[in-house]
């Protein structure tokens, strides 16, 4: 991934919570068949440090299984806010009109090894971390208990779970920090008036960023 230096970000707990936030990650693999890509929720588990582990499950009839090889690593993206930036919002427009639209967002991508783990428990308590982790915001969580046993085991059958240990993180959030200060807060207002989904949240990002010019 093309990095610019102010759009870097190294630290880590600012990368692992944007996967918290946004666990859907697109996994990248190759195989025979060439380039495969699966869409998959994880769970990320703080050990082994300092990156941590992904933990998430796929179909038992799913050809990424057969492309998992233990001697490489793989790719998992994880996609935070994003949102486009009007030029009308940037202070400087009316001064010389040297502006132009952009697109802002927030993304990690992780690069760790792949393996398969096919255990009912390990399944079962993965199913339960995962479902606890996205429940939590409701007043009235559901639980993997809440149905009928013979029910989850039927379903857990036809599911296997894989890990990711992951070797390195990239983070890049282009939240305006290659533009002048009251660029930023001009962008800031616009967002924060925009009704666009993820907008109010860009506006934390942009004003949060830990890079400025």
Do not use: C
Request: zero cysteines; charged letters at 20%; hydrophobic letters at 35%.
């Amino acid at each position: 991934m093309y990095v610019p230096k102010h759009f870097e970000v190294t630290d880590i707990g600012l990368m692992h919570e944007l996967i918290r936030d946004y666990p859907l990650a697109t996994l990248i693999t190759l195989g025979k068949d060439g380039i495969n890509a699966n869409h998959i929720p994880f769970y990320l588990a703080q050990n082994p440090q300092p990156y941590g582990l992904l933990q998430g499950h796929v179909a038992r009839s799913n050809n990424l299984l057969q492309n998992i090889n233990d001697d490489l690593d793989y790719l998992a993206i994880f996609h935070g806010s994003n949102t486009y930036i009007t030029p009308n919002w940037y202070a400087t427009k009316e001064e010389t009109g040297k502006v132009v639209p952009t697109w802002n967002y927030a993304v990690v991508h992780v690069y760790g090894r792949l393996s398969i783990i096919d255990e009912p428990s390990w399944l079962y308590n993965q199913l339960s971390t995962l479902t606890d982790h996205n429940e939590a915001r409701f007043s009235k969580p559901w639980s993997i208990s809440d149905a009928p046993q013979d029910f989850t085991e039927k379903l857990m059958a036809s599911i296997v779970g894989i890990e990711m240990t992951i070797t390195k993180l990239i983070g890049k959030w282009k939240v305006s920090q290659n533009q002048q200060e009251r660029n930023q807060e001009s962008v800031i207002a616009g967002l924060t008036s925009d009704n666009q989904l993820g907008a109010f949240h860009m506006a934390d990002l942009v004003r949060n960023s830990p890079k400025k010019l």
